[in-house]
Structure formats: C-alpha cells, structure tokens
C-alpha cells in the first residue's frame, strides 16, 4: 500500500469522524469561491487551479505565502460551540520539518488556523515530498503527504533549478475542528510561515463552512482532544497496515 493511498484512507477515517454535523448544528457560512469573494475575508485574491473540475474551473482563495489570512463573522446567534470545515490546498514543493537537515534544509513549512480568542486549532509542517518529512500526522515525523485527501490533483508545476526536474506537487488537505465557543464575535486566521515565496510554495483556502453548535456543550469534543482523536485513528491505521504483509 503506497503513502498515497494511506493517506486517502486516512482523510476518508478522518471525514467521517468529524465531518458530519450534529442535530443541533446549523450551517451560518459557507462558500466555495466559485463566484466572488465577500468583504468577511481580509484578502480577496482568487485563482482556478491548472485542473479544473470536470464541470468547470476549480477557484480559490489564494494563493498566499508568509500571510495571515483572516476570516471575520459577527453577529452570530446562540450557540455554545463552533464546527469549521475547510480544504487547504498546499501548491509546490512544501519543505515540511526539514529547517536544518543536512540535505533538504528548505522549511520548516508551516500552516496555522488560530480563533481570534487564541485558540490554535491547527500549527503543523507539511510536505509535499521533501524527503525530511512532516509533523501532520500520527508521529512526531511522518511522511510527505501523510493524512491528504488528495495529491497532484490541482496541476501545480515545480520546476526544481537545481535538479532540473519539473513536476506536479500539490496536495489537498480536508480539516473539520470543533471548539467550544459562545460569543456572537468570532474571526479564524490562516497563517503560512517559513514559506519561500509563491513560485517555490503558496498555499489557498476553499470549501469553507462555519457552524453554530448548540444544546449540547457537553457532547463537543475539547478542541485538544480532536487531533489526539485523529491521531489515535491514524496510528491504528498505521499498525495494521504495519502488520498486514506487503
Ligand atoms: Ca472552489
Ligand atoms: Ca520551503
């Protein structure tokens, strides 16, 4: 079984943990990008992936660097806690954990989602190849595109200067956290940081949903439990296929 498709396996686990919503969940926001981009989002650059859906272009929020990129709700009704769903496309040659290998010293690559209460939701490395690995995953160093619901899908070229190799390298990352929250005020920012400009590495938002949970504060995961969670579902995944005989 290639990295590939664990991963697959991985995001298709990880879907159906987390991406359902509870009874008592109502979807506030959502946008796919697919027809402008509204004053909620700090920044409003757009793109169409070079791959486009077989029914049409592929757009985006992005692409971005060494940004942070806020989204801003207000006016929320009661709730006592909130679902974010969103795709993180990852373009190019993310350098993952490798800050200081002896060999591929281009990262680290991070990407952040922080509330604007001061919880993190998500701070990992990623990459897409770079040998050294990344931090996303079940172990402290996983490897590249572990946990990706999609790779070489969006058609993102890299030309490497040195190598003079030219290949796709992308990846599509499907994220849904849980958190508990109550006030009618909330912003998310999506930070990439320790990238090396837009033709090396970028990085674009799409299919993002926000939702108000209510009535039912104590079924909602502690945001510090949800990546424990997805963490103890990917290392049962890692140990069977460690066991099956390839
Ligand atoms: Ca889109
Ligand atoms: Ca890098």
Request: charged share 15%.
């Amino acid at each position: 079984m290639g990295i590939a498709k664990i991963g697959r396996g991985l995001a298709a686990c990880a879907t159906g943990l987390t991406m359902g919503l509870p009874a008592s969940a109502a979807v506030i926001y959502q946008t796919d990008f697919q027809s402008g981009v509204g004053s909620e989002w700090s920044h409003t650059i757009t793109q169409n992936a070079p791959t486009p859906y077989d029914f049409g272009p592929r757009t985006f929020l992005g692409e971005f660097g060494n940004e942070t990129i806020t989204l801003s709700l207000a006016d929320l009704g009661w709730h006592s806690g909130i679902q974010l769903d969103f795709d993180l496309y990852l373009i190019r040659s993310w350098d993952g954990s490798s800050g200081g290998a002896a060999l591929y010293d281009y990262g680290n690559d991070i990407f952040k989602v922080a509330t604007s209460g001061g919880l993190t939701l998500l701070e990992a490395t990623f990459s897409n190849g770079n040998p050294a690995g990344q931090t996303f995953g079940p172990a402290a160093n996983n490897p590249a595109y572990t946990g990706a619901a999609e790779s070489y899908s969006l058609g993102y070229v890299f030309d490497d200067g040195i190598l003079g190799i030219s290949q796709v390298m992308d990846s599509v990352y499907r994220f849904s956290f849980n958190f508990t929250h109550g006030d009618s005020l909330l912003a998310f920012d999506f930070s990439g940081i320790g990238l090396q400009g837009l033709e090396d590495e970028s990085w674009g938002l799409d299919n993002v949903r926000v939702s108000l949970l209510g009535g039912q504060s104590a079924a909602i995961p502690n945001p510090s439990v949800l990546p424990l969670l997805g963490a103890g579902l990917i290392g049962m995944l890692w140990a069977r296929r460690n066991r099956s005989p390839s």
